[in-house]
C-alpha cells in the first residue's frame, strides 16, 4: 500500500511538474461564452450548500431549466448527496478546487494538488468524470491550466458577473447586474455558497434573482440551460472536448 501510494504520489508530482513547464496552449483556452445558441447558462459557485444549491435547483427545474454548479472539494465531501441530486436534476456540475485557496499565498504545485483534490472530491460524490472546471477567482493561469490537462475538464470563466458575491448585494442589484447582459450563450456567474467570506453567505438574494431572471428568459422563450446539453439540441457545432 504504502509503496503504492508514494508511487502514484511520484507519478502526479511529475506530471504537475511537467505540465506546469507547459506554455499555457490551445487545449487549456477557457470559454467565456457559448456561440451559436440564443439560450443562456447560468453557473453557480462554491457549492453543494443544502439549502440554497437545493433552492436554487429547485428554482430552475420547477420552470424547466437548468444550470451548472462548480462545487468545491470540500463542501462536496461535507454533502456528497446534493451533488448527486444536481446530476439526477439534470443540471451540470464542474470542480471548483478543493479548499478555494488564494493562489498567491502558496505554491504553483500547491495549487494544482489542491485543484486535483476538488476534481477527484467532485468525480467521486457524483460517480462519473467531470468535464468541467473553474478556478477560483476566476484566475485563469498556469496553475489552473496545469490542472484541467491533468483532469481533462475544460476551463470555464464567464461573461457576467451578477456580483452577487459582494456583501451588500440585494437581489435588485443582481438583478441590475444580469439584466442587460444575458446576450444568447452568456455565460452568468452567481453563487449557492461563499467559500472564505461568511458575511456575504446568506445566498437567499441569489436564489430570489434568479427566481426572476428566469421568469423573463422564460417570456422571451429562452432558457438557461446546462454546460454541454447546447450540443445534443446543436449537431452542427462539434463544441469543445
Ligand atoms: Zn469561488
Known amino acids: 500500500m504504502v509503496s503504492k501510494s508514494s508511487s502514484n504520489g511520484a507519478g502526479r508530482s511529475r506530471a504537475i511538474k511537467n505540465t506546469l513547464a ?10 467565456d461564452r457559448v456561440s451559436g445558441v440564443s ?10 450548500h ?14 424547466g431549466h437548468r444550470g451548472t454548479f462548480f462545487l468545491t472539494g470540500a463542501n462536496t ?16 456540475v464542474g470542480s471548483h478546487s478543493a479548499t478555494h485557496p488564494r493562489s498567491r499565498h502558496s505554491s504553483a504545485s ?28 476566476g484566475a485563469h493561469d498556469r496553475r489552473s491550466s496545469a490542472a484541467s490537462l491533468i483532469c481533462r475538464a475544460q476551463v470555464v470563466l464567464w461573461s457576467c458577473d451578477s456580483e452577487d458575491w459582494r456583501p451588500e448585494a440585494t437581489a435588485a442589484a443582481v438583478m441590475a447586474s444580469v439584466e442587460g447582459n444575458l446576450v444568447g450563450g452568456a455565460i ?9 467570506e461568511p458575511a456575504a453567505a446568506e445566498r437567499g ?10 421568469e423573463r428568459l422564460g417570456r422571451e422563450g429562452r432558457r438557461s440551460l446546462a454546460l454541454g446539453s447546447e450540443r445534443s439540441a446543436t449537431t452542427s457545432d462539434t463544441g469543445i472536448g
Open 50 to 63: 443544502p439549502t440554497y444549491t437545493m433552492a436554487v435547483a429547485e428554482t430552475l427545474e420547477a420552470a
Open 22 to 31: 507547459r506554455p499555457l496552449d490551445r487545449a487549456t483556452i477557457p470559454i
Open 39 to 48: 439560450d443562456v447558462f447560468f453557473t453557480f459557485d462554491d457549492g453543494p
Open 188 to 196: 452568468v456567474l452567481f453563487h449557492d455558497a461563499i467559500m472564505d
Open 110 to 137: 500547491a495549487v494544482v494538488r489542491d485543484y486535483l483534490r476538488g476534481h477527484r472530491a467532485v468525480q467521486k460524490a457524483v460517480g462519473r468524470s467531470v468535464p468541467w472546471f473553474r478556478p477560483p477567482y
Open 77 to 92: 465531501e461535507r454533502h456528497p448527496d446534493v451533488a448527486r441530486r444536481l446530476v439526477s436534476g439534470g443540471h451540470a
Open 205 to 214: 438574494h441569489t436564489v430570489e434573482a434568479v427566481g426572476y431572471l428566469i
